[in-house]
Protein backbone atom coordinates (compact mmCIF):
# COMPACT_ATOMS: atom_id res chain seq x y z
CA UNK A 1 0.00 0.00 0.00
CA UNK A 2 1.22 3.21 -0.76
CA UNK A 3 2.61 6.08 1.91
CA UNK A 4 3.55 9.54 2.39
CA UNK A 5 7.57 9.68 2.66
CA UNK A 6 7.90 11.68 6.03
CA UNK A 7 8.35 14.91 5.93
CA UNK A 8 11.48 15.32 8.12
CA UNK A 9 14.84 13.84 6.57
CA UNK A 10 16.37 13.72 10.06
CA UNK A 11 13.83 10.87 10.89
CA UNK A 12 14.63 9.37 7.53
CA UNK A 13 18.48 8.93 9.18
CA UNK A 14 19.06 5.65 10.86
CA UNK A 15 22.94 6.58 10.86
CA UNK A 16 21.92 8.57 14.36
CA UNK A 17 20.89 5.13 16.07
CA UNK A 18 24.04 3.46 17.22
CA UNK A 19 25.63 0.57 15.12
CA UNK A 20 24.25 2.03 12.08
CA UNK A 21 26.38 2.99 9.43
CA UNK A 22 25.16 4.38 5.49
CA UNK A 23 25.76 1.04 4.48
CA UNK A 24 23.16 -0.95 7.16
CA UNK A 25 20.66 2.32 6.47
CA UNK A 26 20.52 1.68 2.68
CA UNK A 27 19.69 -2.03 3.78
CA UNK A 28 16.53 -0.96 5.29
CA UNK A 29 15.55 1.53 2.61
CA UNK A 30 15.78 -1.62 0.48
CA UNK A 31 13.21 -3.01 2.43
CA UNK A 32 10.99 0.06 2.64
CA UNK A 33 12.10 1.30 6.07
CA UNK A 34 12.16 5.12 5.37
CA UNK A 35 11.32 6.12 9.33
CA UNK A 36 12.11 5.71 12.94
CA UNK A 37 8.85 4.20 13.88
CA UNK A 38 8.81 1.60 10.98
CA UNK A 39 11.26 0.03 13.34
CA UNK A 40 8.44 -0.73 15.96
CA UNK A 41 6.35 -1.97 13.09
CA UNK A 42 9.18 -4.43 11.62
CA UNK A 43 7.57 -7.60 10.41
CA UNK A 44 9.00 -10.41 12.36
CA UNK A 45 10.50 -11.82 8.87
CA UNK A 46 11.60 -9.02 7.96
CA UNK A 47 13.78 -8.44 11.23
CA UNK A 48 14.89 -12.19 10.96
CA UNK A 49 16.25 -11.47 7.68
CA UNK A 50 18.18 -7.99 8.67
CA UNK A 51 19.56 -9.19 11.46
CA UNK A 52 21.30 -12.10 9.33
CA UNK A 53 22.62 -9.52 7.69
CA UNK A 54 25.33 -8.00 10.76
CA UNK A 55 22.53 -5.62 12.39
CA UNK A 56 22.40 -4.74 15.59
CA UNK A 57 19.70 -5.85 18.33
CA UNK A 58 16.56 -4.30 16.94
CA UNK A 59 15.76 -4.47 20.70
CA UNK A 60 18.49 -2.41 21.85
CA UNK A 61 17.43 0.02 18.68
CA UNK A 62 13.84 0.34 19.96
CA UNK A 63 15.18 1.46 22.81
CA UNK A 64 17.00 4.36 21.11
CA UNK A 65 13.60 5.60 19.33
CA UNK A 66 12.32 6.86 22.82
CA UNK A 67 15.35 9.54 23.16
CA UNK A 68 15.17 10.28 19.47
CA UNK A 69 11.75 11.45 19.44
CA UNK A 70 12.04 13.66 22.65
CA UNK A 71 15.11 15.17 21.11
CA UNK A 72 13.65 15.60 17.51
CA UNK A 73 10.32 17.15 19.62
CA UNK A 74 11.81 19.41 21.20
CA UNK A 75 14.38 20.25 18.58
CA UNK A 76 17.29 19.94 19.66
CA UNK A 77 19.13 19.97 16.45
CA UNK A 78 22.77 19.60 17.97
CA UNK A 79 21.85 16.44 19.36
CA UNK A 80 21.03 15.13 16.09
CA UNK A 81 24.26 17.22 14.41
CA UNK A 82 26.25 15.80 16.90
CA UNK A 83 25.18 12.13 16.15
CA UNK A 84 24.67 12.36 11.97
CA UNK A 85 28.55 12.20 10.31
CA UNK A 86 29.45 15.32 9.03
CA UNK A 87 28.15 14.14 5.25
CA UNK A 88 24.36 13.73 6.56
CA UNK A 89 24.60 17.64 8.02
CA UNK A 90 22.25 18.16 5.30
CA UNK A 91 19.42 16.31 6.96
CA UNK A 92 19.51 19.27 9.23
CA UNK A 93 19.12 21.86 6.66
CA UNK A 94 14.88 22.31 6.19
CA UNK A 95 14.16 22.52 9.76
CA UNK A 96 16.89 24.23 10.73
CA UNK A 97 17.99 26.51 8.31
CA UNK A 98 18.89 29.53 10.48
CA UNK A 99 21.74 27.52 12.08
CA UNK A 100 23.91 26.76 9.07
CA UNK A 101 26.79 29.30 8.48
CA UNK A 102 28.12 29.26 4.98
CA UNK A 103 32.12 30.65 5.40
CA UNK A 104 34.52 31.79 2.33
CA UNK A 105 38.14 32.84 2.43
CA UNK A 106 40.39 34.61 -0.01
CA UNK A 107 43.85 34.65 0.83
CA UNK A 108 47.26 35.80 -0.62
CA UNK A 109 48.21 31.97 -1.92
CA UNK A 110 48.42 28.78 -0.44
CA UNK A 111 51.96 28.40 1.12
CA UNK A 112 52.86 28.95 4.47
CA UNK A 113 53.47 32.87 4.89
CA UNK A 114 50.04 33.42 3.20
CA UNK A 115 47.30 35.38 4.73
CA UNK A 116 43.64 35.97 5.40
CA UNK A 117 42.46 39.06 3.23
CA UNK A 118 39.14 38.89 2.82
CA UNK A 119 36.54 36.64 4.66
CA UNK A 120 32.70 36.31 4.72
CA UNK A 121 29.85 34.55 6.04
CA UNK A 122 26.55 34.38 5.11
CA UNK A 123 23.91 33.37 8.00
CA UNK A 124 20.15 33.58 8.64
CA UNK A 125 19.64 36.05 5.42
CA UNK A 126 22.92 38.02 6.27
CA UNK A 127 26.25 38.32 4.53
CA UNK A 128 29.31 39.80 7.02
CA UNK A 129 32.12 40.58 5.54
CA UNK A 130 35.97 40.94 6.71
CA UNK A 131 38.99 42.82 5.49
CA UNK A 132 42.51 42.69 6.97
CA UNK A 133 43.95 45.40 8.19
CA UNK A 134 39.85 47.00 8.84
CA UNK A 135 37.64 44.43 10.80
CA UNK A 136 39.03 40.87 10.18
CA UNK A 137 40.29 40.40 13.79
CA UNK A 138 36.37 40.78 14.87
CA UNK A 139 35.54 37.40 12.78
CA UNK A 140 34.75 34.84 15.36
CA UNK A 141 33.20 37.30 17.73
CA UNK A 142 29.45 35.98 16.03
CA UNK A 143 31.00 32.48 15.08
CA UNK A 144 29.41 30.94 18.47
CA UNK A 145 30.20 26.63 18.48
CA UNK A 146 26.80 26.34 18.34
CA UNK A 147 26.45 27.12 14.40
CA UNK A 148 27.10 24.39 11.64
CA UNK A 149 30.16 25.62 9.19
CA UNK A 150 29.15 25.40 5.35
CA UNK A 151 31.96 25.99 3.05
CA UNK A 152 33.38 24.04 0.20
CA UNK A 153 37.02 22.28 1.14
CA UNK A 154 37.25 24.29 3.70
CA UNK A 155 37.76 21.59 6.43
CA UNK A 156 41.68 21.76 4.31
CA UNK A 157 41.92 25.18 3.49
CA UNK A 158 39.26 27.98 5.27
CA UNK A 159 39.41 26.48 8.37
CA UNK A 160 43.25 25.91 8.90
CA UNK A 161 43.99 29.39 7.56
CA UNK A 162 41.37 30.80 10.33
CA UNK A 163 42.93 28.45 12.88
CA UNK A 164 46.04 29.62 11.89
CA UNK A 165 45.21 33.76 11.82
CA UNK A 166 43.80 33.75 14.64
CA UNK A 167 45.74 31.20 16.62
CA UNK A 168 42.79 29.52 17.95
CA UNK A 169 41.15 26.08 16.88
CA UNK A 170 37.43 26.43 15.25
CA UNK A 171 35.30 24.12 17.50
CA UNK A 172 32.08 24.19 15.06
CA UNK A 173 30.46 21.15 13.49
CA UNK A 174 31.46 21.78 10.07
CA UNK A 175 29.48 20.84 6.51
CA UNK A 176 31.79 20.71 3.56
CA UNK A 177 30.28 21.16 0.61
CA UNK A 178 33.24 19.48 -1.77
CA UNK A 179 32.76 16.20 0.02
CA UNK A 180 29.12 15.83 0.24
CA UNK A 181 29.31 16.60 -3.78
CA UNK A 182 31.83 14.30 -4.64
CA UNK A 183 29.57 11.19 -3.16
CA UNK A 184 26.84 12.38 -5.38
CA UNK A 185 29.24 12.71 -8.44
CA UNK A 186 29.34 16.33 -8.49
CA UNK A 187 33.33 17.27 -9.29
CA UNK A 188 35.62 19.59 -10.42
CA UNK A 189 35.51 22.53 -8.10
CA UNK A 190 33.36 25.03 -6.89
CA UNK A 191 32.52 26.84 -10.10
CA UNK A 192 32.08 23.72 -12.20
CA UNK A 193 30.12 22.06 -9.56
CA UNK A 194 28.02 25.41 -9.92
CA UNK A 195 27.77 24.98 -13.03
CA UNK A 196 26.59 21.11 -13.01
CA UNK A 197 24.11 22.42 -10.51
CA UNK A 198 22.44 24.91 -12.82
CA UNK A 199 23.71 27.85 -10.60
CA UNK A 200 24.45 30.75 -12.45
CA UNK A 201 26.81 33.64 -11.14
CA UNK A 202 26.48 37.46 -11.97
CA UNK A 203 28.18 38.70 -14.77
CA UNK A 204 31.12 40.78 -12.67
CA UNK A 205 32.35 38.15 -10.97
CA UNK A 206 32.06 35.06 -13.58
CA UNK A 207 35.49 35.57 -14.67
CA UNK A 208 37.31 35.87 -11.55
CA UNK A 209 38.66 32.35 -10.02
CA UNK A 210 40.90 31.74 -6.84
CA UNK A 211 44.42 32.68 -8.60
CA UNK A 212 43.33 35.85 -9.63
CA UNK A 213 41.62 36.90 -6.39
CA UNK A 214 45.30 37.20 -4.55
CA UNK A 215 46.11 39.44 -7.88
CA UNK A 216 43.27 41.70 -6.90
CA UNK A 217 44.11 42.08 -3.25
CA UNK A 218 48.39 42.65 -4.35
CA UNK A 219 46.79 45.41 -6.72
CA UNK A 220 44.80 46.98 -4.26
CA UNK A 221 47.61 47.15 -1.94
CA UNK A 222 50.36 48.53 -4.03
CA UNK A 223 48.52 50.59 -5.80
CA UNK A 224 45.52 51.65 -3.26
CA UNK A 225 43.25 50.62 -6.23
CA UNK A 226 39.62 50.53 -4.54
CA UNK A 227 38.14 48.71 -7.69
CA UNK A 228 40.05 46.01 -7.70
CA UNK A 229 39.42 45.17 -3.52
CA UNK A 230 35.95 45.94 -4.42
CA UNK A 231 35.72 43.29 -6.69
CA UNK A 232 37.52 41.07 -4.60
CA UNK A 233 34.46 41.92 -1.96
CA UNK A 234 32.13 41.16 -4.40
CA UNK A 235 33.70 37.48 -5.60
CA UNK A 236 34.47 36.57 -1.95
CA UNK A 237 30.37 37.60 -1.00
CA UNK A 238 29.07 35.49 -4.06
CA UNK A 239 31.14 32.50 -3.10
CA UNK A 240 29.99 32.54 0.34
CA UNK A 241 26.15 33.38 -0.50
CA UNK A 242 26.17 30.18 -3.60
CA UNK A 243 27.14 27.61 -0.74
CA UNK A 244 23.86 28.39 0.50
CA UNK A 245 22.31 27.81 -3.22
CA UNK A 246 24.06 24.52 -3.75
CA UNK A 247 23.30 23.20 -0.30
CA UNK A 248 19.49 23.84 -0.84
CA UNK A 249 19.77 22.25 -4.22
CA UNK A 250 21.15 19.30 -2.79
CA UNK A 251 18.64 18.79 -0.47
CA UNK A 252 16.20 19.43 -3.34
CA UNK A 253 17.89 16.74 -5.31
CA UNK A 254 18.51 14.66 -2.00
CA UNK A 255 14.60 14.48 -1.32
CA UNK A 256 13.91 13.72 -5.19
CA UNK A 257 15.60 10.61 -5.29
CA UNK A 258 14.01 9.16 -2.21
CA UNK A 259 10.75 10.12 -3.04
CA UNK A 260 11.08 8.30 -6.61
CA UNK A 261 11.84 5.92 -4.40
CA UNK A 262 9.03 5.91 -1.30
CA UNK A 263 6.53 3.42 -3.15
CA UNK A 264 9.60 1.31 -4.45
CA UNK A 265 11.86 0.65 -2.10
CA UNK A 266 13.71 -2.15 -3.86
CA UNK A 267 14.96 -0.27 -6.72
CA UNK A 268 17.05 1.44 -3.59
CA UNK A 269 20.06 -0.84 -4.20
CA UNK A 270 20.61 -0.16 -7.81
CA UNK A 271 21.63 3.93 -6.84
Not at 29 to 48: A, C, M, N, R, V
Not at 156 to 172: A, M, S, T, W
Not at 181 to 210: N, Y
Request: charged share 30%; proline share 4%; net charge negative.
Amino acid sequence: MDRMFPTSMIRSCFEVFTGIGSGLQNRLYEHGIFDWQDLIHLPSETEKKLEELSFPSFRLLREEIPVLEENYKNKNYLFFAERLPDIELWRLWEEFPHIFCYLDIETTGISEDSVVTVASYFLDGGIHTFQRGKNLEFMLDEMVSQLILVSYNGKRFDVPFLEKEFRQKIPNIHLDLMNLLHSMGIKGGLKKSEILLGLERPESVQKIDGKMAPLLWQTYQEFDHKESLDLLVEYNREDTRNLEKILKEVVRRKREVFSSFQNSPGLWGNQ
